[in-house]
């Protein structure tokens, strides 16, 4: 994959859109206490935010709708590398509108390359982000990509990013990829273990870091439970976090300082992680990320058996055949049917693949 089709969509991925028509409802109607982005909780949005539906056919909106300087320039760059299309649901009304906003914003971007309508399974992309998880399942894109958002908080499984920047770095990651194995890595780095709900990334971690140049530092996390340090909501919105994530609806953090502590000891950092987390590690240090294969049937075993919430299992249990496809851009694959086999063969690999 040298140039790949690159979709993206243009509400509260590319500009701003509930974000916008939250603010016009709060100032028409005076809400105590004012409706924040994370009151709309499912895309249908059924809840006390529904009034800002009213204003999806004000033009007001529309003409707030900016991308913001860094979203223009990461979108440049996609530009660079791939073969970009804008693919945007709108009203008929609204549709000339939405062909300006683009223009306006990117002068420069060919007008070919604009696609308005709601068919967007239609259509043939290698990669695509949306923040509506139906586009995402119903896309046939080999990577569709998840825009983070509270409407689509409890989705799991799904190539996800929190920002266009992360985007970008996660389609440079498919492309290398598809085009090379890293084949080498500096030591110290960090080992980032990806694979779906119930293969063994924890155990996996574990037992590496029962080895002298292996460690685990603890993340951060929103829910109770001796795996990682616990927050609260509060807390953790208040912590100053280089990387997080969302997964099932629980938050997990990661502090840089955590990470630099035990590089600085020449140790290997062991962290299971989601692809999302993966990316963000190798934006800031050396890093390899490694698949954990499992059969199915052991995937849905373990999860079964673990201490989730019926929701929470029903999810993961969804998810399992979407992570897989995050094989392909893993630069290392371990089977993990046997934990202690497959902490030696990783174990073997990193010390092969040192620099």
């Known amino acids: ?77 996609l530009m660079d590398i791939g073969e970009v299309y804008f693919i945007t649901a709108v009203a008929p009304g609204f549709m000339g509108v939405r062909a300006s906003q683009i223009m306006e914003a990117f002068p420069d971007f060919p007008t070919e390359n604009i696609i308005l309508g709601n068919a967007k399974n239609l259509v043939q992309f290698d990669i695509i982000l949306d923040d509506a998880i139906h586009n995402v399942l119903e896309t046939p894109a080999t ?38 194995r890293n084949k080498n890595i500096k030591n110290p780095s960090v080992v980032a273990l990806v694979g779906p709900s119930g293969s063994g990334k924890t155990a996996l971690s574990d037992s590496l870091c029962a080895m002298e140049q292996f460690e685990n530092p603890k993340t951060y996390c929103t829910k109770p439970g001796d795996k990682h340090r616990y927050l609260t909501e509060e807390e953790f919105n208040a912590q ?25 000891k020449g140790h290997f950092v062991v962290m299971p992680l989601d692809m999302c987390g993966a990316i963000a590690m190798k934006r800031h240090f050396p890093t390899v990320i490694v698949y954990v294969a499992r059969d199915k049937e052991l995937l849905i075993r373990d999860i079964i058996e673990q201490d989730y919430s019926i929701e929470e299992k029903t999810l993961r249990i969804l998810s399992i055949d979407a992570e897989k496809r995050n ?9 993990n049917m046997d934990v202690g086999a497959a902490t030696r063969e990783l174990a073997d690999v990193l010390k092969n693949m040192q620099l």
Request: net charge negative; hydrophobic share 35%; proline share 5%.
């Open 240 to 264: 100053d976090f280089f990387e997080k994530t969302r997964y099932a609806g629980i938050q997990y953090g990661t502090k840089m300082e955590d990470i630099e502590a035990v590089l600085e």
């Open 1 to 77: 994959m040298i140039r790949p089709k690159i979709g993206l969509d243009w509400d509260d991925v590319t500009a701003p859109f509930n974000s916008i028509a939250i603010d016009m409802a709060n100032k028409k109607y005076n809400i105590t206490p004012p409706l924040e982005l994370e009151d709309i909780d499912s895309w249908e949005n059924t809840g006390r935010a529904s009034v800002i539906k009213e204003f999806y056919r004000d033009n007001t909106l529309y003409e707030r709708q900016k991308p913001t300087v860094e979203t223009k320039r990461m979108i440049r760059k």
């Open 143 to 180: 990577y569709p990509v998840l825009m983070r958002k509270p409407w689509n908080s409890k989705m799991t499984g799904l190539l996800s990013v929190n920002n266009i920047t992360e985007f970008v770095y996660l389609v440079e990651q498919i492309i290398n990829a598809s085009l090379y």
């Open 327 to 335: 094989r392909q851009i893993c630069d290392y694959a371990v089977n």
